[in-house]
């Protein structure tokens, strides 16, 4: 083996063997991103015994999944200005301590708003060491098939990550919910010990000018988030309570509130999260429309199969659990075959082609609103689900920032990652309220279908735009 640098302040040269310390980076690296990749699964399949435990609805029970999705996807912007301003090392370590805490509280309580809290936080924790992780295998691993095999492998970890929670999860919850919470805490601790000696401490972090103020834009952060867990309580609240009711209608309105607010900061801050610039670039906002619906239908779907073939016939969590596999897999399967797909199709052809799937599979899913049978009413839904991901979600990621300075990259990165993860929050909730206390899932499934109709309009519109290109070179953004 060659040597590398013990501060990994230069990586090895593109020719050379990689290190144990550069096998032991990733391995801390690609493991965190395997736990966060757990943890959005693994609640799918724990969620009915979690919420019969706790006395919960569907509708409360939900919160066990979009909880995740709101602190990653309401704090991911707020994440990356962490990073920036505190310093990779810093905000990974004290991140890998966080959640392994919020995992044990979380299997330890017996209140369900304590549980859904750590949600949140494991999805905030979640969203500061996902990309900064991938940000330190682009500093330390050297250019070339060196790094993208160190990125081929970190992929791969979190593409397995969903297939590896449901198995888990079925496994798990088979003896008790908690453990299903719990188990990443030892884990995410080995891990820390690993990461104290392994983790580079990287570039110095962004310093303003003396006597100018940090600016982490803090009041953009808590609107965003505040934002999303209102709006969901107001959807989820509706069955019970009726639109006009104060516990309906309040948190709907607190949440437009809030969104208003979002707005006024991000246009005075002198470093907002959110850069206006951005949403006018069609190319960016078409990725994110795509990515949002496919994953909004994806987890929307699981939702109420996961509830109706436990609750409704009776399935015990393991069975659950394969019986939802082949709605996982493609995703270690996409790792594997994106670069060679894009590379002979294009994105166009593959996020509209990959789009076809859920629109049919969600369709199907409206034949039989109460399954009975699960290969002709379950499996091949989920599968065209999976096909959708296989052929659209890498090309989705790579068409994001395809028409982007490399300057905004990073921004455009976090926001469009934002979309993906509120489009989990905002469908399920609302799937679980179309659903609840109702003899079939028709509603919902509705609801899905229009999720998925929108994400191939999206993929259209970008197949579309790309032959105007084609004949109009001169044409831009």
């Not at 949600?119 to 295998?137: E, Q, Y």
């Not at 884990?187 to 000018?209: K, M, Q, Y």
């Not at 490399?406 to 399920?428: E, F, K, M």
């Not at 909730?429 to 609801?447: N, P």
Request: include cysteine.
């Amino acid at each position: 083996m060659t040597r590398t640098q013990d501060s990994f302040g230069s990586p090895p040269a593109a020719g050379e063997r990689w290190s144990p310390r550069l096998w032991g980076l990733l391995f801390v690296l690609a493991g965190n991103m395997l736990i966060d990749a757990l943890e959005v699964s693994a609640m799918i399949v724990a969620m009915p015994a979690a919420g019969k435990a706790l006395d919960l609805s569907l509708t409360g029970a939900q919160w066990l999944i979009t909880g995740f999705a709101v602190g990653f996807g309401g704090l991911i912007l707020f994440g990356g200005r962490l990073v920036e301003l505190l310093g990779r090392r810093r905000v990974y370590l004290w991140a890998l301590l966080g959640f392994a805490a919020a995992s044990l509280a979380g299997g330890l309580t017996d209140e369900p708003a304590v549980l859904v809290a750590t949600r949140i936080l494991k999805g905030f924790f979640a969203a500061l060491t996902a990309p900064t992780g991938l940000a330190i295998i682009a500093s330390e691993f050297p250019a070339g098939r060196s790094r993208e095999r160190a990125v081929s492998v970190y992929t791969l970890f979190g593409g397995s990550g969903f297939a590896a929670g449901l198995v888990l999860s079925g496994l798990l919850t088979a003896v008790s919910w908690r453990w299903t919470v719990a188990f990443p805490a030892p884990i995410v601790l080995v891990l820390f010990a690993f990461a104290v000696r392994l983790i580079p401490r990287g570039p110095a972090p962004s310093a303003p000018p003396p006597g100018t103020p940090r600016h982490f834009d803090v009041p953009g952060a808590l609107a965003l988030t505040g934002a999303l867990v209102c709006l969901v309580q107001g959807i989820v609240s509706v069955p019970a309570h009726g639109w006009l009711d104060a516990r309906a209608a309040g948190p709907l309105t607190l949440a437009v509130v809030l969104g208003a607010l979002l707005v006024a900061a991000e246009r005075t801050a002198p470093r907002p999260l959110i850069q206006g610039r951005l949403l006018r670039n069609r190319t960016l906002l078409r990725s994110m429309a795509g990515a949002a619906a496919l994953n909004g239908v994806n987890l929307g779907l699981l939702l109420i199969l996961t509830a109706r073939l436990q609750t409704g016939l009776g399935w015990s969590p393991p069975r659950t659990a394969l019986a939802l596999l082949p709605a996982s897999v493609p995703l270690a399967v996409t790792a594997l075959l994106s670069r060679k797909l894009i590379a002979r199709y294009g994105t166009a052809r593959l996020i509209t082609l990959g789009a076809l799937g859920p629109v049919l599979g969600a369709a199907l899913c409206l034949r039989h609103p109460v399954p009975e049978r699960y290969v002709t009413d379950v499996l091949p839904a989920l599968l065209l689900v999976g096909a959708g991901f296989v052929l659209a979600f890498a090309a989705l990621n790579t068409q994001a920032t395809s028409r982007l300075a490399a300057v905004d990259r990073a921004a455009a990165v976090g926001l469009y990652q934002s979309a993906v993860q509120i489009a989990a929050v905002v469908v399920p909730a609302l799937a679980a309220a179309l659903a609840v206390g109702r003899s079939d899932d028709r509603a919902a499934f509705l609801l899905v279908t229009a999720v998925a109709v929108a994400g191939l309009l999206a993929g259209l519109s970008g197949l579309r735009d790309g032959r105007a290109r084609v004949e109009k070179p001169s044409r831009g953004e």
